[in-house]
């Protein structure tokens, strides 16, 4: 299985959006600061999550997630309520 998470920042607020192959694997190397891009505004918690059959759609979700920019149209794209 891969997926496509929703991280968010403990620190500032902010999401992130990736796609790997294992989950936990992915939020321990974001918290352990060794992507660069989350390096500074961890520690992260997951908020979502979706499962996807091949890695190819996967990648197509989150790109189109990416696009959206917007915090309520992505929490409702992960079926979040918001709070």
Do not use: C
């Not at 891969?2 to 620190?11: D, E, F, G, T």
């Not at 352990?32 to 091949?54: C, H, I, N, V």
């Not at 990648?59 to 794209?77: G, Q, T, V, Y």
């Amino acid at each position: 299985m891969y997926y496509v998470y929703l991280l968010k920042s403990l620190k500032d607020g902010r999401y992130y959006i990736g796609q790997p192959q294992d989950l936990q694997v992915r939020l321990e190397y974001h918290n352990s600061g060794r992507s660069t891009y989350t390096r500074d505004r961890g520690p992260w918690e997951w908020l979502a999550f979706k499962e996807f059959e091949t890695r190819g759609e996967a990648i197509k979700e989150e790109l189109r997630l990416k696009k959206l920019k917007n915090r309520d149209r992505i929490r409702e794209e992960f079926g979040l309520r918001f709070s």
